[in-house]
Structures are given as C-alpha cells and as structure tokens.
C-alpha cells in the first residue's frame, strides 16, 4: 500500500475536502504547489480533482510528476455535478448522455496518464419520476460501459458509494459489490472512502474483508473527513483487513486542508507510515 495526496483544480470546490487547491486564476501554481507538497512528504502519488478532460493540464502534469517521481493515483469526475449538474440517472436522457460523455472524456485522459478515474457525485439519485429500478438501470448501463472504456486504456474504472445525505443509490460497499457482480461489470472496481464507510458500515474493516477483491481504491479520511488521526477512526483494523485481502493500491488523502493544508498533509502521510508499517 501507498499513500497520496488529493489535489483539486476545480475553483467552485475551494471549500471541498481536498488537500491541495489551485486558486481560480492560477490552477497550474496549485497543482505546482501540491506536486511539491507531496514529494516532499514521501507521498508516493497524487489525486486530481479537475474542471473538465478539456481543461486536465495533462502536459504539465506529466513533467511535474516526472520530476518529483509521483504517480498519478486517480483522476476525479465530480466537477461534472458540481458545474454542470450532470449525473447518471437524470430523467432525461440527454443529460444522461452528457454525463456519460463528461466521465468518458476524463477515462480516456486519466488512462493515458496511467491513471483510473472516479465515478462518486455523477452517480446520481433515484427521485421524481425516477424509480430506484429505472435509477439502478441506467447505473448499470453507464458503469458497464464505461468500465469497458477504462479497460481499453489497461484500467479500471472506479464506483464510490456515498453516505446516505449524498444518494440513495448505494451507501453500503458489500451491496455495491453484489450490484457490480450482477451487472457484469469486471472492469468496474470499488473506490472505499472511510468517512462514507465511517457513517453507513457497523464494522468498517469487515466491509472491507466481505468485498475482497472489488476494492480498488481507498480514501483515507478520519471520520470527521480531517486528516486521520484527527477523528475518531481507528485505522489499526482498517489496514489489517486490507492486507488480509491483499490490497496494494493506494491510500488516498481527500481530507479537509485543515488546521492547515501542510498539517493536514502531513498529518496524513504520518498515519499511513504508522498504520501500514506493523
């Protein structure tokens, strides 16, 4: 297992539980900054959190990765919720195209950058004239799909349930994995955020232990969404059930930048250094 750090482009997420923020007028200083900041904390990756594919300083990245000998460990797609208001099970269907465009763009992006990307706000919700089954329907569809598109890129593609005040969809991982089983989705893998898991799971590293090998992606979040160590979670039986199911992926800082970005980063890299090494 390894650790990384989350680091948002997105100017209407300033107040978002990322570690690292590029100012609106200056994005490139903020991925600059954060690539930085991880380096020299021994982080061994970074999260992106951008606009749009269109706008994903792939470029630049690359070279700032490169030099700072990072990996890019995931590449998010909720800007399309937060900006557009897309999602997957919208009642119509031209919105849902569009959605489903908006995260394939960023599939195709993130895969050539060796990268997966993020399925979590773009879910949706089932409400309205939208039943839970005709919800669930258009989840399968769209996470098969593109799940198919990572897979041309060597990748996966990842599905985050959130806490029940975020989408009636899925809360709970082991019933989000018995969904990815039934709709044929091997290319789809779950992304497990311990501040999520911290309000729906009774016993978060049993979830964990239940999904075996559809974990494909941890968010590592006390249970207040600060830098762990600063809640409540105790991340001693989180990181044996991980390695009971041979995770080797990362564990992946999307954490309020609070007291401080710097503490809040170090804070982070401390944790996963002290829980992964016994």
């Not at 809640?231 to 001693?236: A, M």
Request: charged share 20%; proline share 5%; hydrophobic share 45%.
């Amino acid at each position: 297992m390894h650790s990384a750090i989350t680091i948002c482009l997105v100017p209407e997420a300033r107040q978002g539980p990322f570690v690292c923020h590029g100012l609106a007028d200056d994005a490139d200083h903020g991925l600059e900054a954060g690539c930085r900041m991880a380096a020299e904390l021994g982080f061994a990756a970074v999260e992106i959190f951008p606009e749009s594919a269109e706008t994903f300083p792939r470029a630049k990245l690359r070279r700032l990765l490169a030099a700072a000998g990072l990996g890019l460990a995931a590449v998010g797609t909720g800007a399309g919720w937060l900006k557009h208001k897309l999602h997957l099970c919208h009642a119509d269907p031209a919105v849902r195209e569009r959605a489903r465009e908006f995260i394939g763009a960023i599939v195709d992006v993130a895969g050539e950058c060796g990268a997966p990307a993020i399925i979590g706000s773009m879910q949706g919700r089932s409400e309205g004239e939208v039943s839970r089954e005709a919800a669930l329907e258009h989840l399968a569809a769209a996470l098969h799909g593109l799940g198919e598109r990572a897979a041309r890129h060597g990748q996966v593609l990842l599905y985050e349930p959130l806490n029940r005040y975020e989408t009636n969809l899925f809360n709970r991982q082991a019933d989000a994995a018995g969904f990815l089983e039934r709709c044929d989705s091997p290319s789809v893998q779950l992304l497990c955020d311990l501040f999520h898991m911290n309000i729906e799971e009774p016993d978060m590293a049993g979830a964990l232990r239940a999904c075996g090998s559809r974990v494909g992606h941890v968010h590592w979040a006390d249970s207040n969404r600060l830098a762990m160590g600063l809640g409540h979670t105790d991340p001693g039986p989180v990181v044996a059930a991980l390695k009971a199911i041979g995770y080797q992926g990362c564990l992946s800082a999307e954490v309020f930048p609070l007291p401080s970005a710097l503490v809040a980063a170090h804070k982070s890299a401390q944790s996963v250094q002290s829980a992964t090494a016994t």
